[in-house]
């Protein structure tokens, strides 16, 4: 099993410091390596390395939320206007679900997230994988999604590390197509999925931030999932 190593307001040393911030409905997520590296942003994912301490910094924007990753530890609210931490650490490598445990509007429920615990080594390749640039590819189908991307406006919400794209408002989305699930632990994550995401998000998860392009033709809308599905 794994094991939780308690809660504490003590940073460990060398720790790596994981910052969770809670938003309607989804995990914002900054990674802060040890000895000042630059911070890796992600979301609805907490990745570690097995056999290390990690210091969890949890906030929110908006209301009262709740992180609670039953397989590690118990819940600790995420209250507006303070950091609560948490210092965990994962026994062995696995895959566990965590979900937002205060009722926190209407989508509480889809407010899910995944930690996925490596061992060190696979923990500083995927660190390193996350701290790049989007990837370029040169094929058509690729440039035609990133076009329609720009077109749409979808950079004023969301940011694409290595583009113009540097909205705040959405999740970040330098390294979409390598994460687990979409919308929080809504649907996994899948090209079919992914188009039906960006076409109707607003029945898929109501009142969420994110609008739905339903408007977007058929060869348009599988481009766009095709541009960022391949962004890993």
Same mark, same amino acid.
């Given at each position: 099993m794994m094991l939780a190593r308690g809660l504490s307001k003590t940073k460990p040393e060398n720790a790596l410091r994981i910052e969770v911030v809670g938003e309607q409905w989804w995990w914002r997520v900054h990674y802060r390596p040890a000895e000042g590296a630059a911070a890796v942003?992600?979301?609805?994912?907490?990745?570690?390395?097995?056999?290390?301490?990690?210091?969890?910094?949890?906030?929110?924007? $908006?209301?009262? &939320?709740?992180?609670?990753?039953?397989? #590690? +530890?118990?819940?600790?609210?995420?209250?507006?206007?303070?950091?609560?931490?948490l210092v965990l650490q994962a026994d062995r490598p696995g895959t566990y679900r965590g979900q937002c445990a205060e009722y926190c509007g209407g989508q509480h429920a889809r407010m899910a997230f995944v930690v996925v615990a490596h061992e060190p080594g696979e923990f500083e390749r995927w660190l390193a994988q996350e701290s790049a640039t989007a990837p370029e590819r040169g094929d058509a189908v690729h440039a035609r999604g990133r076009?329609?991307?720009?077109?749409?406006?979808?950079?004023?919400?969301?940011?694409?590390?290595?583009?113009?794209?540097?909205?705040?408002?959405?999740? $970040?989305?330098? &390294?979409?197509?390598?994460?687990?699930? #979409? +919308?929080?632990?809504?649907?996994?994550?899948?090209a079919q999925n992914l188009a039906k995401w960006i076409a109707a998000s607003q029945e898929i998860k109501p009142g969420t931030l994110m609008p739905s392009f339903a408007m977007l033709p058929p060869e348009e809308l599988d481009a766009l999932a095709a541009y960022l599905g391949s962004l890993k």
């Open positions: 942003i992600s979301a609805n994912e907490l990745h570690m390395p097995v056999g290390t301490p990690v210091e969890i910094a949890l906030t929110t924007n $908006d209301v009262i &939320h709740s992180f609670w990753a039953p397989s #590690l +530890g118990g819940k600790l609210d995420m209250i507006p206007g303070r950091e609560n931490r076009d329609i991307f720009q077109n749409y406006g979808c950079g004023a919400c969301h940011t694409i590390r290595g583009t113009d794209a540097a909205g705040v408002i959405g999740p $970040d989305l330098t &390294h979409l197509g390598s994460r687990l699930t #979409l +919308g929080a632990g809504t649907l996994p994550n899948n």
